[in-house]
């Protein structure tokens, strides 16, 4: 298979500036995908700068299994999946944040071979209730104490989802009452319960767009608190109230849609793919109820995209690891325009990053190299640079909390103090 063909990994990107719909986690919790806010940022402050020779400091290193499943964070532990190959079983885990020590781990047997890895989404966690979409789009509910599970959904039994390609990425929306999932098939999206994993309400799928492996993202357009969401064929905007269906952008994507939808402002989204689908900023406007979208510019597949990774706004700017030549830590311009790039100075393949503090995270995807840069509109700057993890396939987002940043590779999970002591 064509090695491009497999980038598709964990809850593929997505982000959301200005209007997120759940309550905002404090500053030192990263609680779900993208962190509390899903838009990439951490609220952190007080951040090495620099690091001492060989990096930051390595508090606790735990092997995982091939795949791509990054870290939630909330009050002190940590919750990832996992995959035991000696007895085929799926695995949803909580560590201590301080030393990686089990709390415990949920087992089920679940045959899945490797299919460019096994796991990739992140779970959604609000310290009571630990949601997880493992590969096979079974949708769990755990107690976030015991690991107990308190209710399940066969998403491909009870709506008729199809498991896309490389199995599930995409990574669950939790906010104050409910829990959302892009199901395809019979709904697009369905808002749960979160104790109960009653129906909240189910949006309407009259096109069968299928699930994707882009992740939910929250945002206020037209006035209206709504999701959004990338299938391969466009970008789609779904009520918060109540599931309806708002409006739908066409766009054509290639093979996967794995960024999610990334709103700059009250009106405008940008959606972005791999495999040559180029990229396009569009207006979403409310006439009184009736939604409509125009498109505002389009980037050629040889002009710009961002393959895996949903881009961070910030300063109204996108930052983004993208592909003019692939890999290039990128800074664009609210009109798309392209302003620095980390050309000549390092390469990131499909890596992922975040912001807080002013700085960029980064890693490489090749390597697992780790890069500390600026947060800049003006040029590419690099702050510092370590090698903390292995190569290839680096992929997995990253997670912060308390001043720890937990990444991994294809081989095991690391545990990073970049934060001052004391």
């Given at each position: ?96 944040l301080d030393g990686g020590e089990e709390l415990w781990t949920y087992r089920e047997v ?243 990053f975040l912001l807080a503090d002013g700085m960029f995270f980064i890693l490489e995807g ?32 990253l997670a912060l909390s308390d001043g720890k940043l937990v990444i991994r590779d294809l ?12």
């Open positions: 298979m064509n090695r491009l063909n497999l980038f598709l990994l964990f809850c593929a990107v997505p982000a959301v500036a200005f209007a997120a719909l759940a309550a905002p986690a404090p500053a030192d919790d990263w609680p779900q995908f993208r962190g509390p806010n899903r838009d990439g940022i951490s609220k952190e402050t007080g951040l090495l700068r620099a690091w001492p020779e060989g990096g930051p400091e390595v508090l606790w290193t735990l092997p995982v299994n091939q795949g791509y499943a990054a870290a939630a964070i909330h009050g002190g532990s940590v919750y990832f999946h996992d995959y035991d190959s000696a007895t085929s079983e799926w695995l949803a885990k909580a560590v201590t679940r045959r899945i071979l490797p299919n460019h890895g096994i796991t990739r989404t992140v779970p959604a966690v609000d310290g009571k209730y630990v949601f997880s979409l493992d590969p096979k789009a079974t949708f769990h509910a755990f107690d976030a104490a015991s690991g107990k599970e308190l209710w399940r959904k066969n998403l491909v039994q009870e709506y008729g989802a199809k498991i896309p390609p490389w199995y599930n990425g995409q990574c669950p929306l939790i906010e104050d009452d409910r829990v959302l999932i892009a199901t395809g098939g019979e709904a697009l999206v369905v808002a749960f319960d979160k104790a109960t994993g009653d129906e909240i309400w189910r949006s309407p799928n009259p096109e069968a767009w299928p699930m994707s492996h882009a992740s939910l993202m929250p945002a206020k357009l037209g006035g209206v608190d709504q999701y959004l969401y990338a299938t391969l064929f466009g970008a789609h905007g779904v009520a918060a109230a109540d599931g309806e269906l708002l409006w739908h952008f066409p766009f054509k994507f290639n093979v996967s849609a794995s960024p999610s939808p990334l709103a700059l402002d009250a009106e405008r989204v940008y959606v972005t793919a791999g495999y040559d689908s180029g990229g396009a900023m569009f207006r979403v406007t409310n006439g009184g109820g009736a939604f409509e979208t125009e498109q505002v510019f389009a980037h050629a597949a040889d002009e710009w995209n961002s393959e895996v990774q949903t881009p961070i706004l910030h300063e109204g700017h996108m930052f983004a690891v993208g592909k003019k030549r692939r890999g290039l830590f990128t800074c664009l311009d609210s009109d798309g325009k392209q302003v620095w790039t980390s050309d000549g100075q390092a390469s990131f393949g499909l890596g992922s090749k390597t697992g190299m780790l890069r500390l840069v600026e947060a800049s509109t003006e040029a590419y700057r690099e702050l510092a640079s370590a090698q903390v993890l292995g190569g290839h396939d680096v992929w997995a987002p081989e095991k999970m690391v545990c990073l103090q970049v934060g001052k002591e004391g």
